[in-house]
């Protein structure tokens, strides 16, 4: 189970920090990942984490903007988001998969969070 919590309002150019915690499995055995979902579009993958936190990887659309980490004995998941544009209002999920190789589709994700809001106004 994951609980994602950390979603709010803040202006453009600020931060939001989300963090997702995990339960019931051994959080170690999986990728994390973030994703986000905007009105009328569909899900889209904003960043992931290696099991042990060694790769990162993050699409060009957040690179630089967003840094995710991983706290294994904590069995938690951070995504700090921050120079927020509009753009990036949207509902965020947390996810666990398995595999590295398709780690940008959603589909390939056994677990899902149940995602919290982040609304960036302009």
């Known amino acids: 189970q994951l609980q994602a919590c950390g979603g709010g309002l803040v202006q453009a150019g600020g931060s939001l920090r989300l963090s997702c915690a995990a339960s019931g499995r051994t959080f170690s055995n999986y990728i994390m990942s973030w994703f986000r979902q905007a009105p009328g579009k569909e899900r889209e993958f904003v960043a992931a984490?290696?099991?042990?936190?060694?790769?990162?990887y993050y699409p060009d659309s957040v690179r630089g903007r967003f840094t995710i980490s991983r706290d294994n004995a904590k069995n938690t998941v951070n995504l700090q988001m921050d120079s927020l544009k509009p753009e990036d209002t949207a509902v965020y999920y947390c996810?666990?998969?398995?595999?590295?190789?398709?780690?940008?589709?959603?589909?390939?994700?056994?677990?899902w969070g149940q995602g919290t809001q982040g609304t960036v106004s302009s």
């Open positions: 996810a666990a998969g398995r595999s590295w190789m398709y780690v940008t589709s959603a589909a390939r994700y056994d677990y």
């Open positions: 984490i290696s099991w042990e936190g060694d790769r990162l």
